[in-house]
């Protein structure tokens, strides 16, 4: 019993952990027919995007279209099926990258609901806004909020090009 709880307090060693996770990447990554560059490419968005959608919270930038494109001719290249496997794996711990959070995301974020509410209390006692009375709180600083933050990024995205 001792044994099993030093082992459960410790947990699997980061090595072992690794392998163990990009064995069952490159088990999904397999499963599929992969014939040419755009099955290569599907393969490769997909483990990202059940990554994204699986861990809340912490999301993954997806690597660039060269990037996939230099692993693919690798991969093809590979012989054997450890070959590719090896491919593969350098492919994932180069290219995943956590997505940072700019600051005016999150000073967006953080401002846009009290100037959510005060924008609502304030549109209340205009006499054209008084149907903003019927909606709810619950609704409306929600969605303003959401919209605030789309919008941020958005002009920050086309401002950066």
């Not at 491919?87 to 009290?114: A, H, N, Q, R, Y």
């Not at 903003?132 to 789309?150: E, N, Q, R, S, Y």
Request: aromatic share 8%; proline share 6%; net charge positive.
């Amino acid at each position: 019993m001792g044994g099993s709880m030093g082992f459960l307090g410790k947990g699997l060693p980061p090595t072992q952990m690794m392998n163990m996770v990009m064995g069952s990447l490159y088990k999904q990554f397999t499963q599929k027919a992969i014939n040419n560059f755009d099955d290569f490419h599907v393969a490769v968005l997909d483990i990202f995007n059940n990554f994204n959608s699986a861990l809340p919270g912490r999301h993954f930038d997806f690597p660039t279209s060269d990037e996939i494109k230099a692993c693919f001719a690798r991969w093809k290249e590979a012989k054997g099926e450890e070959e590719k496997k090896k491919v593969f794996t350098e492919l994932m711990e180069k290219s995943v990258k956590t997505s940072k959070l700019d600051d005016v995301t999150l000073i967006t974020g953080i401002v846009s609901p009290p100037a959510a509410m005060a924008a609502k209390r304030a549109g209340e006692n205009v006499p054209q806004l008084k149907i903003i009375k019927l909606i709810p709180d619950v609704i409306f600083v929600p969605t303003v909020t959401i919209l605030a933050i789309v919008s941020a990024k958005l002009s920050r995205r086309m401002y950066l090009k």
